[in-house]
């Protein structure tokens, strides 16, 4: 059964790098599909940050993309994203998903990572 | 862009229906045919129920459907059963960036 595995450090000090993995299992990241992160800050909404696939190709939220790098790393069958700077506002759970190609909608979530932004 | 318009709540005895709007504009929801919905109960990750405006997923119940006029997309969940209380996005894709709707409380009274 494929699953997606959030991890990461659940507090991050403001100004501060954000750092998030994503492993997945049963499943290769290279199949073609692509991999996002979607974040939902305590009580609030979904919002989208952005996917990869596993050439490394990218695309970013507007909103975000200043702030976000995303990786792959194809070997470990995982996908990371850094955000930098960060402040209270982006305190949230932050979910990785899968994407099929070409499609606009995430079949497949990880069970989602909170983190913190606090001194 | 923002998000999706929904209304915060909406709420149907069990065995009845209930109808969730996402209202968007004419680059997103009224210009594609991408519009997707998600089922998000408490301290669980969403799990996708609608795609490209009307399909289901397998496994998901047909009491699900979705449905778009214009700028604004519909969700409908009918016989209503006591697991159907979650919140509900919508979801639709804009150029280069995907958007999500405000979420809609959903009770089943």
């Known amino acids: 059964q494929v699953q997606l595995q959030e991890s990461g450090p659940g507090l991050v000090r403001p100004s501060d790098t954000l750092s998030l993995t994503c492993a997945v299992s049963d499943y290769s990241i290279t199949t073609g599909d692509w991999w996002g992160w979607i974040r939902q800050p305590p009580g609030e909404g979904l919002e989208w940050i952005g996917y990869i696939d596993y050439t490394a190709t990218t695309h970013y939220s507007p909103s975000l993309k200043s702030r976000i790098t995303m990786s792959v790393d194809t070997p470990k069958n995982q996908f990371s994203l850094r955000l930098t700077s960060v402040t209270a506002v982006d305190t949230a759970v932050y979910y990785c998903?899968?994407?099929?190609?070409?499609?606009?909608?995430?079949?497949?979530w990880g069970r989602g990572t909170l983190v913190t932004v606090s001194s | 862009q923002s998000a999706l318009t929904q209304p915060p709540s909406a709420s149907g005895s069990p065995g009845q229906s209930v109808t969730i709007s996402c209202t968007g504009t004419?680059?997103?929801?009224?210009?594609?045919?991408?519009v997707s919905w998600y089922q998000q109960h408490p301290g669980r990750a969403p799990k996708l129920i609608i795609y490209?405006?009307?399909k289901r997923p397998s496994g998901v119940p047909d009491r699900f459907s979705g449905s778009r006029s214009g700028n604004t997309a519909s969700l409908t969940v009918s016989g209503l059963q006591a697991d159907d209380e979650a919140d509900y996005y919508c979801s639709s894709y804009a150029t280069s960036n995907i958007l999500f709707g405000t979420g809609t409380k959903v009770t089943v009274l």
């Open positions: 004419s680059s997103d929801v009224g210009g594609n045919s991408y």
């Open positions: 490209e405006v009307t």
């Open positions: 998903a899968r994407k099929g190609p070409g499609l606009t909608y995430f079949d497949l």
